[in-house]
């Protein structure tokens, strides 16, 4: 059962071409498809500097641009169509353990009105920010700080003076930074992020303050404020800026024994990366899994439960990690107090592989060019290399599989960007040229492309998981 409530004014938000996969997963790429959303080609983005600099996605992969009532209907609709009982209208008032009844819990909620109230065996805190259950105590705020959104929709004839009106735009300046997603060929969300601690912001949503405001600090965004105020038909505001609560946040655990801290009730990030989307519908994916398996299989209820806390945490600090450099980056030239808390603040380390800090690893590149020199390898597993077992995903359902565990994956590491570490360890003595190896782990596994076998190849030569002689 889905109890409900109508949104808040809605937000626009950017969800990459690397949530397609998730979107196929869970059944929905028709449904979106045919919701005829912007198909995003990349970025457009001013940070820290005044020259632009465009990000293509790459090929011919598209994004999407939402908005997020749309998207939200969308996704209620095809829960309906999959059998799940729809409780709209409803605010949820409290779930808890039922007193004298092991493992069930009930949910009170207001419907028109009128308290109503289910028992589950299992409940998923998807309330977002509110975090029902998250607020209980687990909530951990993010020591860089509170950050307000400012959300304004601007509309012209055309956009034409963008070399592409499909992309996100973001631009950094001292005291912040703003972002813009178009909804429609006329209809662009602009939003500036601000520190409440260091802007002052006194005025309640849609007051004319908060629009001096929030026009102030757009003047401070030079190239967005251009694109709304500029050419002989300057876009229009529509309607007042409202205020959005964007601080980060996280928890101090994700996991009850039957219940589940799902999506932006689980941990928040700056929406700076466009992931938070792809995050929220991961975590969904993912507590849904956990929860067929323990009802399929109770002695699989604990470590499914770990996998979950795990892959929770994982997702929270890689993303907090990635934020941090941009804030560096943003520091570099508007060292402000904005940036250099935001740039400070990291998060903590919990084993799992952070794939865009291998991309960089001078260990990693320089095994990828080691074995790119030879006319042949010989590869084998380093003696300080041991197969654990360790929960894992595998189709709908966790089950048991073989990690491994080295000095530098000491909680141990599976997969990387979809490719079978463990699979690759195997079959890697047995070849001693890597286009024979990629052709064999394409047979014994589900086929990647080539760059990313190399790249994890590159990962297990590099951090001391095969030695190369």
């Known amino acids: 059962m889905v109890v409900t409530r109508p949104a808040r004014q809605p937000l626009a938000e950017s969800l990459p071409p690397s949530a397609s996969k998730l979107l196929d997963r869970i059944g929905m790429t028709a449904a979106v498809d045919r919701a005829g959303f912007i198909r995003a080609t990349g970025n457009t983005v001013w940070w820290g500097t005044t020259a632009p600099r465009m990000e293509s996605f790459g090929g011919s992969a598209l994004g999407w641009q939402v908005r997020r009532d749309e998207l939200d209907r969308l996704m209620l609709e095809e829960a309906g169509r999959a059998g799940a009982v729809i409780v709209d209208r409803a605010t949820v008032l409290d779930a808890a353990p039922l007193q004298g009844v092991d493992g069930t819990s009930l949910v009170r909620y207001d419907r028109d009105g009128n308290e109503e109230s289910i028992s589950a065996r299992w409940v998923l805190d998807c309330t977002g920010r509110t975090g029902l259950v998250a607020r209980r105590g687990w909530r951990r705020a993010d020591p860089a700080g509170r950050t307000l959104a400012l959300v304004g929709i601007w509309e012209r004839h055309a956009w034409d003076m963008l ?222 290399v041991q197969r654990v077992e360790r929960p894992m995903v595998r189709g709908d359902r966790i089950t048991m599989g073989e990690h491994l565990v080295a000095p530098a994956f000491r909680e141990g590491v599976r997969y990387i960007r979809s490719v079978d570490l463990v699979a690759i360890m195997s079959l890697a003595p047995a070849h001693d040229q890597v286009p024979d190896l990629y052709a064999a782990y394409n047979r014994a596994a589900a086929p990647v492309p080539l760059p990313d076998f190399l790249g994890a190849l590159s990962v297990l030569v590099g951090k001391g998981l095969l030695d190369l002689a």
């Open 163 to 384: 070399v592409d009106a499909t992309h996100t735009l973001v631009e950094s300046y001292d005291g912040g930074w703003a972002w813009s997603v178009p909804v429609s060929a006329q209809r662009r969300y602009v939003t500036v992020m601000v520190d409440p601690a260091l802007t002052a912001v006194r005025s309640p949503d849609g007051a004319p303050g908060l629009t001096a405001l929030y026009e102030a600090e757009l003047a401070k965004a030079v190239e967005l404020d251009a694109l709304a105020r500029s050419g002989r038909e300057p876009a229009r505001l529509i309607g007042a800026p409202f205020a959005r609560d964007a601080s980060s946040y996280s928890a101090t655990r994700f996991a009850d024994e039957r219940m589940l801290l799902v999506g932006d009730a689980a941990s928040f990030i700056d929406p700076l990366s466009s992931y938070g989307i792809k995050k929220a519908l991961s975590s969904a994916w993912l507590a849904s899994v956990v929860v067929h398996t323990a009802l399929d299989d109770e002695n699989l209820r604990s470590p499914a439960l770990e996998l979950y806390e795990r892959r929770e945490r994982a997702m929270y600090d890689g993303l907090r990690r990635r934020f941090a450099e941009l804030s560096r980056d943003a520091a570099e030239t508007g060292a402000t107090t904005f940036w250099r808390a935001r740039g400070a603040a990291e998060a903590g380390e919990d084993g799992e592989p952070d794939v865009d800090a291998l991309r960089r690893d001078s260990d990693v590149l320089a095994a990828f060019d080691a074995m790119r020199s030879r006319p042949s390898v010989t590869l084998r597993a380093a003696p300080a």
